[in-house]
């Protein structure tokens, strides 16, 4: 199961992608007053994924929002990390608001085994 997540425009959007078994997509406005975490935690629960089920993390780069950005990098690197499962980032217009095709792009990665475990950003002190 691969969780893609951009959180670079004013409204969240994330993507479930597995071949022949989820393809689903869920989109929040920011201004909701919950944060991001509570609604991958949502979009999760309410296709009955548990995190362990994550194989991979693909998260949208840029450009969009720089707190925004920083926001869903940190995220999908926390996630990896934790789970330690790869990560790919994905950058251009191309990929703004598309989760499901930055996850399809994610797996087709891990596929061809071009996996990627490091951090996308270093940590900002």
Do not use: C, H
Not at 28 to 52: G, M, P, T, V
């Amino acid at each position: 199961m691969i969780l893609a997540i951009d959180t670079s425009t004013d409204s969240y959007e994330f993507a479930l992608f597995w071949p022949n078994r989820i393809s689903k997509e869920f989109s929040a406005k920011r201004k909701d007053k919950k944060d991001a975490l509570f609604f991958i935690d949502k979009f999760l629960k309410e296709n009955n994924i548990n995190l362990q089920d994550l194989k991979a993390i693909a998260v949208f780069r840029g450009p969009g929002s720089f707190t925004g950005l920083r926001v869903g990098i940190s995220i999908a690197n926390t996630l990896a990390f934790v789970l330690e499962i790869p990560i790919f980032g994905f950058s251009g217009n191309k990929y703004q608001k598309e989760p499901l095709k930055m996850a399809q792009e994610a797996f087709k990665k891990i596929k061809n085994k071009k996996t990627k475990t490091t951090p996308l950003a270093r940590p900002i002190y």
